[in-house]
């Protein structure tokens, strides 16, 4: 590793990636890009089409965390994972891609608009080649029965115009090969002056006069060790794209966020900006479990649907979609996802570390799905994932300590709004009426899980407060914008500081309806352009 780069770049998931394989490959510059996770060959599932179902119960490739108590959902934690590996959780997802609805970025700030945003999204299309999958009987049947319900149907569902629609949506993969923006920007085509640095954890921003111009990083020993310190001088820019949960913890380790807080922690204060980590949301969701009466034939996250379900008026447009449905095959994902679920939710905090702990419960789950009643039922079961699209709902991330290795303290605040339980209530009616109709009660649709019984909205409360996760999507905590609540600025630069741009999901001011790692991309694709564009200037 070189004592200096012209540009560096913290982190490799879904932008991070975009942002160091187009500035080494456009410029001259040298570039640096370091990945806390292992590289992808070390675990070749994540490069895999059919690798997904493996990917999330491979503790390899997910970084672990877990929410605070949320107050609205009885007290629950929730795990909020995330994935770690070259193409971050856009390796280990279920590879959706969606740009979201035109009316979401109305929200966004000027210049960063559809019209704006679409020439970005279809460069990284042309790098990725996203494409939805062949119809199944299944699918089908689905697709009739959300028709039946007065709705409409296409497939693709990239032209930004969502409410209503359900359809086989693009996904990132080509024949068995996952089109992550790792694989599309960094596998093929190394790069000379490109330097890639794995199992490296960069523990905080070194400034001269409010200017980035170093970061301090730890080549990570073996197993749990600790590698020896070392300092990176940058000659140009530090890009930072660790993500909503990463990279407003690495700024305040920095000395840049809410100075109470980093002077709780001894941090010297940089910059002392009150709404980094403030602005989190996410969309949370509840599955509906449903058994067929036939074996299921479809395998992959490949049909969405989307609506506006409530009138609620902070939404700009009245047609705006709130509400997304998914359908969830759990013959093929059920099992790896119980490997990871059922130890966050059944050991305490605490002791979730463990991993022998966490092994006896996989080895129970294991001889569980041995059993052949369990699996001749789990081969017809399917679910329709209700996820709150548009959440009102605001929390934030806070240090737990000065230590990078610690988690931050991330509250979701989900349903801290009770819009957002309304809106959740609805769109589980909507998901019964599709459900009960014909087209799916001919291929088999008897509820299994509670919310999939009742419309009684004190149950269905209850319901979604038990059942409720993430679907992954954390956003928001370096909000981009122009007022003093958005610490980045239009070009992705962090106000108050030279040689530092934020291009992940956390500048993100308001969510998409849809799943963020298309928009992620996206902005990865444009930080690139603002830095090109100073450049000539």
Same mark, same amino acid.
């Given at each position: 590793?070189?004592?200096?780069?012209?540009?560096?770049?913290?982190?490799?998931?879904?932008?991070?990636?975009?942002?160091?394989?187009?500035?080494?490959?456009?410029?001259?510059?040298?570039?640096?890009?370091?990945?806390?996770?292992?590289?992808?060959?070390?675990?070749?599932?994540?490069?895999?089409?059919?690798?997904?179902?493996?990917?999330?119960?491979?503790?390899?490739?997910?970084?672990?965390?877990?929410?605070?108590?949320?107050?609205?959902?009885?007290?629950?934690?929730?795990?909020?994972?995330?994935?770690?590996?070259?193409?971050?959780?856009?390796?280990?997802?279920?590879?959706?891609?969606?740009?979201?609805?035109? %009316?979401?970025?109305?929200?966004?700030?000027?210049?960063?608009?559809?019209?704006?945003?679409?020439?970005?999204?279809?460069?990284?299309?042309?790098?990725?080649? !996203?494409?939805?999958?062949?119809?199944?009987?299944?699918?089908?049947?689905?697709?009739?029965?959300?028709?039946?319900?007065?709705?409409?149907?296409?497939? #693709?569902?990239?032209?930004?115009?969502?409410?209503?629609?359900?359809?086989?949506?693009?996904?990132?993969?080509?024949?068995?090969?996952?089109?992550?923006?790792?694989?599309?920007?960094?596998?093929?085509?190394?790069?000379?002056?490109?330097?890639?640095?794995?199992?490296?954890?960069?523990?905080?921003?070194?400034?001269?006069?409010?200017? %980035?111009?170093?970061?301090?990083?730890?080549?990570?020993?073996?197993?749990?060790?600790?590698?020896?310190?070392?300092?990176?001088?940058?000659?140009?820019?530090?890009?930072?794209?660790?993500?909503?949960?990463?990279? !407003?913890?690495?700024?305040?380790?920095?000395?840049?966020?809410?100075?109470?807080?980093?002077?709780?922690?001894?941090?010297?204060?940089?910059?002392?900006?009150?709404?980094?980590?403030?602005?989190?949301?996410?969309?949370?969701?509840?599955?509906?479990?449903?058994? #067929?009466?036939?074996?299921?034939?479809?395998?992959?996250?490949?049909?969405?649907?989307?609506?506006?379900?409530?009138?609620?008026?902070?939404?700009?447009?009245?047609?705006?979609?709130?509400?997304?449905?998914?359908?969830?095959?759990?013959?093929?994902?059920?099992?790896?996802?119980?490997?990871?679920?059922?130890?966050?939710? %059944?050991?305490?905090? !605490?002791?979730?570390?463990?991993?022998?702990?966490?092994?006896?419960?996989?080895?129970?789950?294991?001889?569980?799905?041995?059993?052949?009643?369990?699996?001749?039922?789990?081969?017809?079961?399917?679910?329709?994932?209700?996820?709150? #699209?548009?959440?009102?709902?605001?929390?934030?991330?806070?240090?737990?300590?000065?230590?990078?290795?610690?988690?931050?303290?991330?509250?979701?605040?989900?349903?801290?709004?009770?819009?957002?339980?309304?809106?959740?209530?609805?769109?589980?009616?909507?998901?019964?009426?599709?459900?009960?109709?014909?087209?799916?009660?001919?291929?088999?649709?008897?509820?299994?899980?509670?919310?999939?019984?009742?419309?009684?909205?004190?149950?269905?409360?209850?319901?979604?407060?038990? %059942?409720?996760?993430?679907?992954?999507?954390?956003?928001?905590?370096?909000?981009?914008?122009?007022?003093?609540?958005?610490?980045?600025?239009?070009?992705?630069?962090?106000?108050?500081?030279? #040689?530092?741009?934020?291009?992940?999901?956390?500048?993100?001011?308001?969510? !998409?309806?849809?799943?963020?790692?298309?928009?992620?991309?996206?902005?990865?694709?444009?930080?690139?352009?603002?830095?090109?564009?100073?450049?000539?200037?």
């Amino acid at each position: 590793m070189l004592d200096s780069y012209d540009y560096i770049v913290v982190g490799a998931g879904s932008s991070g990636c975009v942002v160091a394989g187009r500035l080494a490959k456009e410029t001259s510059s040298t570039v640096l890009l370091i990945e806390a996770g292992p590289a992808a060959e070390e675990n070749p599932d994540t490069m895999s089409a059919d690798g997904f179902k493996y990917c999330f119960a491979n503790d390899n490739v997910m970084l672990d965390r877990f929410s605070e108590k949320q107050h609205a959902m009885s007290g629950r934690s929730v795990y909020q994972g995330t994935g770690a590996t070259m193409g971050g959780s856009g390796s280990v997802n279920g590879m959706v891609y969606t740009r979201g609805d035109k %009316a979401d970025f109305d929200a966004w700030p000027k210049g960063w608009q559809w019209d704006d945003i679409v020439p970005a999204f279809e460069a990284v299309e042309e790098k990725l080649k !996203p494409k939805h999958r062949d119809a199944t009987r299944f699918t089908q049947a689905a697709v009739g029965a959300w028709v039946n319900t007065g709705r409409k149907h296409k497939d #693709g569902l990239n032209d930004g115009d969502l409410a209503g629609y359900i359809g086989h949506n693009a996904m990132n993969y080509q024949g068995d090969r996952r089109s992550s923006s790792y694989m599309a920007y960094l596998h093929d085509k190394p790069l000379d002056n490109l330097t890639i640095v794995n199992h490296c954890l960069t523990h905080k921003v070194i400034f001269k006069n409010r200017q %980035a111009v170093a970061i301090e990083l730890e080549q990570k020993g073996k197993g749990d060790g600790q590698g020896r310190l070392q300092k990176v001088r940058v000659n140009k820019e530090i890009i930072l794209c660790a993500g909503a949960l990463e990279t !407003p913890k690495l700024l305040m380790l920095s000395g840049i966020g809410p100075g109470s807080d980093l002077q709780r922690y001894e941090i010297p204060v940089i910059l002392e900006q009150a709404y980094i980590g403030a602005n989190l949301h996410d969309h949370p969701n509840v599955c509906l479990f449903y058994k #067929g009466k036939q074996k299921l034939d479809f395998e992959y996250p490949q049909l969405y649907a989307f609506d506006r379900v409530s009138d609620k008026s902070s939404l700009n447009q009245s047609a705006q979609p709130d509400t997304c449905f998914a359908f969830f095959a759990a013959p093929i994902t059920l099992h790896q996802s119980m490997h990871r679920m059922v130890p966050a939710l %059944a050991l305490p905090k !605490p002791l979730y570390p463990i991993k022998p702990l966490r092994n006896v419960f996989r080895w129970l789950i294991d001889l569980v799905f041995k059993l052949p009643a369990l699996n001749n039922m789990i081969d017809n079961m399917y679910g329709i994932v209700v996820i709150l #699209g548009k959440p009102e709902s605001r929390g934030r991330l806070r240090l737990q300590s000065n230590d990078v290795r610690n988690q931050a303290l991330i509250d979701t605040a989900y349903y801290q709004s009770d819009n957002d339980m309304k809106t959740m209530i609805k769109g589980i009616e909507i998901a019964q009426d599709m459900a009960a109709d014909s087209s799916l009660t001919a291929w088999g649709s008897s509820p299994i899980s509670g919310g999939g019984k009742t419309k009684n909205p004190d149950v269905l409360r209850k319901f979604i407060k038990s %059942a409720t996760m993430t679907t992954f999507h954390f956003c928001g905590t370096c909000k981009m914008g122009e007022g003093v609540d958005a610490p980045v600025d239009k070009e992705l630069k962090l106000k108050g500081i030279t #040689g530092l741009r934020i291009a992940d999901a956390s500048v993100i001011p308001e969510v !998409p309806v849809s799943a963020i790692n298309a928009p992620s991309m996206m902005i990865g694709y444009r930080a690139v352009d603002f830095i090109l564009n100073k450049q000539k200037a």
